[in-house]
């Protein structure tokens, strides 16, 4: 299966594919040091995808991640390092293509930095691009965490 990602990011305006990358099965991750890691061995453990989201900042097509839709009880962990990122009690349907939470595990599971006019969601732990953060989600924050799919890696029933 080939599977199409578009360099723009997390918007509510579908994006344009630029790139494509042939899928693979994503390999077991657990939980890892990101210190001294190299683009190799980044290539080596992530999927072509996730590669290119976590380490390229590349954004996958909305309406096509596997966690756009998927609400079921339990936890998200970052699939580059495996640290806890969210949990699916703070996820909501933002209805934009892309995995939404109105704000991550722990305060300190991500980082934000500014991208341009957007703010940058990263992995505190490897500091993997995750996707941005917007003023426009629910309460209880009124933050949307546009996230996407192929950044996350989902536990079931491990609600924290
Ligand atoms: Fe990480």
């Known amino acids: 299966m080939i599977l199409a990602i578009a360099l723009a990011s997390c918007s509510r305006e579908p994006a344009a594919p630029v790139a494509t990358v042939a899928a693979t099965p994503a390999p077991v991750v657990s939980a890892v040091s990101a210190a001294g890691l190299s683009d190799d061995d980044w290539r080596a453990r992530l999927t072509p995808l996730a590669f290119a989201v976590l380490?390229?900042?590349?954004?996958?097509?909305a309406f096509t991640g596997k966690y756009d839709?998927?609400?079921?009880?339990?936890v998200y962990h970052c699939a580059g390092c495996g640290d806890l990122l969210f949990s699916s009690n703070a996820k909501f349907d933002s209805r934009t293509?892309?995995?939404?939470f109105f704000q991550p595990a722990a305060a300190g599971s991500v980082t934000t930095k500014m991208d341009g006019d957007r703010e940058e969601v990263l992995c505190s732990r490897c500091g993997g691009h995750l996707g941005h953060v917007f003023p426009d989600g629910p309460e209880p924050?009124?933050?949307?965490?546009c996230i996407n799919s192929?950044?996350?890696r989902f536990d079931a029933g491990?609600?924290?």
């Open 55 to 61: 380490r390229r900042k590349a954004t996958e097509l």
């Open 69 to 74: 839709k998927h609400f079921e009880p339990g």
């Open 97 to 100: 293509g892309w995995p939404s």
């Open 141 to 145: 924050t009124r933050l949307r965490y």
């Open 150 to 152: 192929a950044a996350l």
């Open 158 to 160: 491990r609600i924290e």
